[in-house]
């Protein structure tokens, strides 16, 4: 390489580092793994860093509600987003669904969830695990399903709430609950669920899980913010979210 073109190569590489910036992003529990993996693609095609925090849609809201400095959120709805809109506190406009979040029953165990999740109407498991539904839409959408099959009788003693869905993936995973209503991203290795067994509950049964982006007030001049809501809806994006299970 001559001397010009190295010149040139790293005036280049100074200029980008000139350019790149960070970002404070909340992200629901249930898009942890996938947002990891496009927040590393991102900084490596533009520089830019994004500082992830993660937690479930009511905390990170009230934390926003509160003055914590985030600048996005990825929520796991979509009437957060709206509210903080409404509520001067997210950019109008900004919004638009980044993912469609899918619901599972699980099990850690082999054999123990059936295709139609028959499981909740018997007496063999001991404890179910769900998000709080006052907290984590995940978690809303599980006792929707609860009600549908009219099983409450027999499932509300059983139950035990994770503050997130995260937490409650946590609880059947080191088996303190033999089953749970988790998010289908939360389980799936390469394209597949490779532990335990599992119903993936059709769509139907709850209220589609749209799960809303939002330009908060602190990030309305913050280049990274913006570049980052837009690399979310690039191919590259759309690809990783695809991987985890997510609808589009």
Known sequence: MTLRLMLAAASTLFFAAAQAGEVTVAVAANFTAP????????????????LLAFGSTGNLYAQIRNGAPYQVLLAADDAT????????????????TYAVGTLVLWSKQAN??????????????????????????????AMEVIHK???????????????????TYQFV???????????????????????????????SMHTPLKQDAVLLNAGKDNAAARALLKYL?????????????YAL
Request: glycine share 10%; no cysteine.
């Open 35 to 50: 947002m990891q993996k496009i927040a590393k693609a991102f900084e490596q095609e533009t520089g830019h860093k994004a």
């Open 81 to 96: 987003p709206r509210k903080l809109e409404a509520e001067g506190l997210g950019v109008a406009g900004s919004r638009f």
């Open 112 to 141: 123990v969830v059936d295709n139609k999740g028959e499981v909740l109407r018997s007496k063999s498991f001991n404890k179910l695990a769900i998000a709080d539904p006052k907290l984590a839409p995940y978690g809303i959408a």
């Open 149 to 167: 099959m009219g099983v409450q009788a027999n499932v509300v003693p059983k139950l035990v709430q994770g503050e997130s869905i995260g937490q």
């Open 173 to 203: 995973s080191t088996e303190n609950a033999q089953l749970g209503f988790v998010a289908l991203s939360q389980i799936l290795v390469d394209g597949r669920i490779t532990q335990g067994s599992a119903w993936v509950v059709p769509q």
């Open 233 to 245: 809806q690039s191919n590259t994006a759309k690809a990783i979210i695809q991987s985890y299970g």
